[in-house]
C-alpha cells in the first residue's frame, strides 16, 4: 500500500502533465475593436501582435516554463498576501482611505459636510418654491 505522501507526488505529477493554460482561468480580457476608432483599433492590433510573439518566445524558452503545481503555489502565495494586506488596512480602524494621498483634517471633513447639506437645503427650499411658481 502506498503513503500518503507517495499519492501526493503523483497526484502532483498528473496535475503537472495538464497545460496550465486549460488547468486555470486565463485573466485576459477580450477586447472589442468593432467599436474603437481606426487609430485604436490599428495600436491595439499592433500590440496584440508583439504580445503574441513575446508570449510564444516565452512559452519555447525552457528556463520559462512554469508547472501547474509551481503556478498554483504562486497564486496561493499571492492570495494569501493580498488577505494579509487587507487584514492589516482593516486592523487600523479611524483611518479614511483616499486616492488623494494626504489624509483630510477633521475640520476640513466638517467644512464639506456643512457645505454640502447647505447646498441640499438651497436645492430643496429652491425646489418648492419653483414648484409653487408652476
Known sequence: MMDIAAQCRFFDYLADLIDPKYYFDEDREHVNTKFMKHDERAATKRAFKEQYKQNKRAKLDPNAIKTT???????????????QDAKQQASQPGTLNLPGGDQPSR????????????????????????????
Do not use: I, Y
Open 69 to 83: 503545481t509551481e503556478l498554483q503555489k504562486k497564486q496561493a502565495q499571492e492570495l494569501q498576501q493580498d488577505r
Open 107 to 134: 475640520e476640513e471633513l466638517l467644512k464639506r459636510l456643512h457645505a454640502k447639506m447647505e447646498v441640499s437645503r438651497v436645492c430643496s427650499t429652491s425646489g418648492h418654491l419653483l414648484a409653487a411658481l408652476w
